[in-house]
């Protein structure tokens, strides 16, 4: 029998039982908000959507496990993720997906394969993956058909109306053209023609007096009677009459050419008649008619026109094609249109369904993932890399059996399960509760474990067995239910150096001294401080029964910042690499 000064010395836990890695740190991913979630389940949560492969949790009668699934699955939306539940049961799965209907739109209910859409609930029956799959397949094709229909009904149209088009063209074109002559005012047209040929004439009288004028104004005309045969005798006279005569025949000619043109054709009442009817044969056919007879509107009507049939025939051509993509292939448009939702739901019978088997997703949640079965397992495995698993595990935690070996509890026989066995390799607690004890775990064994009370302290118990390549260990340390559980942990710390921490949340480091605490923890109170090591001391709070670490506070005298970093990431690297948590009674 050992006694306390017998214990052995310092224990290389990682040694006895290898610590998986995890490359992303839990502390630094808790959720922005914990909605009403304790700091404890925050933890929990926060670990789990940390694992970058399986984490499991045990959820054993009288936990609350679907309201934890349910902020899981919250949280991994909120970062993005696309997430497939998979339950036990159709209920189950309908029970989720109205639960997270309340916060998520884009959801689908996957469907067993005899599963009748009418018998799910109404909330539910909307978003079941026939409805969304191969439903919507068939109304699109539905709708796809009465496009092509359609559109091929308004070219029919437009081919009809291009005759239409050519008549008001040709009208638009007779009413652009000028009156002829004969048909003008004669007064009006004697009047201008007369302009046109006296304008000429006079510019020219006045260009040849302007040097006459020029020289009687300097006294060089002097003979009498020397121009009165051929010119009027005032020069200057006669040469301001004909500026006037001039500007007179221009605004003459200004008049008729600037500010009305030459007379048109006007639109009689045969032609408005006709115009009126084109219109009316353009607009039975769903067509703008022009909003004038002129072929300036004829024109841009018809290019609205012509542009709004290009378009159609567009896309026309666009819902054929997609028409004939989705004919070819509907199963990969139904894929199309479930890949659109953000969460699929469904019972673990639903694997097959498209919404499942062609989907890809970033997580998968398992639900009473204890009773799964291996042909199970095989495909829930291929849904997606990462998975959290819940289910009652702690059931068959004294199983060290392979998967299809029979075990007893009690006066029931069992049968392990694939994820028993995922549970008992990956389940490695610091601290536990073992029906009322206080269990502080060492080392992982496999089979029976051996135990012996400690000689001059029998209130606390040793437990021995072996390890998987045959090594016998301590395999844990177990203390009455009435001693504190900071005694405990100073009794680990003291006689067997094992100084494993056990905090929550992120790690906060004081600027003014070398202390390391954890402010997830501060609404618990002061804790108790023990002694760790020379120099060292951990402030302990008791969470649900076990140690939890709240703070370490280091000598600065014997202690840097850098040394201290290091031996807290060392002492933490048990906690921050679990795979497994339980949601009561206690932190795994």
């Known amino acids: 029998m050992l006694t306390t000064a017998s214990l052995p010395g310092p224990l290389a836990r ?20 914990v909605g009403g979630l304790s700091p404890a389940e925050a933890h929990r949560l926060a670990t789990a959507l940390a694992c970058p492969d399986r984490f499991l949790i045990a959820t054993p009668d009288g936990s609350d496990a679907r309201p934890f699934l349910l902020a899981l699955v919250g949280e991994a939306r909120r970062r993005g993720e696309r997430v497939l539940v998979l339950t036990a049961d159709a209920e189950a799965a309908n029970q989720v997906i109205a639960a997270i209907l309340t916060q998520e739109s884009a959801v689908v209910r996957a469907m067993v394969g005899a599963e009748d859409t009418e018998s799910l609930p109404a909330e539910v029956k909307t978003v079941a993956s026939r409805v969304l799959g191969v439903g919507r397949v068939e109304e699109t094709r539905k709708r796809l058909t009465d496009t092509v229909r359609e559109i091929g009904l308004q070219l029919e149209q437009w081919n009809t109306a291009a005759g239409t088009w050519q008549q008001l063209r040709d009208l ?48 060089k005309l002097f003979s009498k009677g020397f121009w009165k045969a051929t010119f009027h005798a005032d020069l200057t006279k006669r040469a301001e009459e004909l500026e006037s005569l001039i500007q007179q025949t221009e605004r ?53 026109a012509e542009g709004g049939r290009q378009e159609a025939e567009a896309s026309g051509n666009f819902a054929r094609q997609t028409l004939a993509d989705l004919e070819s292939d509907p199963a990969a448009t139904a894929v199309q249109f479930l890949n659109r939702a953000a969460v699929v739901v469904g019972p673990r019978a639903a694997l097959g369904d498209l919404a499942i088997s062609a989907g890809t997703f970033d997580r998968t949640f398992l639900e009473s993932a204890e009773s799964v079965t291996q042909t199970e397992w095989e495909a829930i495995t291929s849904t997606s890399n990462r998975m959290i698993l819940m289910g009652d595990f702690l059931s ?14 009690g006066s029931h026989h069992m049968t392990t399960t694939v994820t028993d066995d995922l549970w008992h390799m990956a389940h490695r607690p610091i601290w536990s509760r073992d029906d009322g004890p206080l269990v502080a775990h060492v080392a992982t064994v496999v089979g029976d474990v051996t135990r012996e009370p400690l000689a001059d302290r029998p209130e606390i118990e040793l437990r021995f067995g072996t390890t998987a390549d045959g090594a016998y260990v301590l395999a844990a340390v177990a203390f009455p239910v009435s001693m504190p559980v900071a005694v405990a942990k100073a009794f680990m710390a003291g006689e067997l150096g094992e100084g494993q921490l056990v905090p ?59 040394a201290a970093e290091a031996w807290v990431n060392e002492k933490t690297r048990v906690a921050r690499s679990r795979r497994t948590t339980v949601l009561e009674p206690a932190l795994a």
């Open 14 to 33: 990682s040694k006895a039982a290898p610590v998986l890695a995890i490359s992303q740190d839990p502390y630094d991913v808790l959720p922005s908000t």
């Open 172 to 219: 638009g074109r007779q009413m652009s053209e000028p009156t002829p002559p004969s048909e003008a005012d004669p007064a009006r047209t004697a009047e201008t023609e007369k302009a046109r040929v006296n304008l000429p004439l006079l510019r020219q009288e006045l260009a040849d007096l302007a040097p006459m004028v020029e020289a009687k104004k300097a006294g």
């Open 252 to 304: 003459t000619l200004s008049t008729v050419s600037d500010q009305t043109p030459l007379p048109l054709k006007g639109p009689d009442g045969a032609i408005l008649t006709e115009y009126r009817r084109l219109c009316e044969s353009l607009a039975a056919t769903g067509l703008t008619p022009p909003t004038s007879p002129t072929p300036e509107a004829i024109a841009l009507a018809y290019a609205a």
């Open 396 to 409: 068959h935690s004294d199983s060290r059996q392979h998967p299809g070996q029979p075990l007893t509890n």
């Open 504 to 562: 929550l949340g992120p790690t906060r480091w004081h600027a003014d001294q070398v202390l390391v605490c954890w402010p997830l923890l501060e609404s618990h109170g002061e804790g108790v401080w023990i002694d760790l090591e020379p120099g060292v001391r951990e402030q302990v709070v008791p969470m649900d029964g076990l140690p939890v670490t709240a703070a370490v506070s280091f000598d600065p005298a014997l202690w840097t910042r850098e």
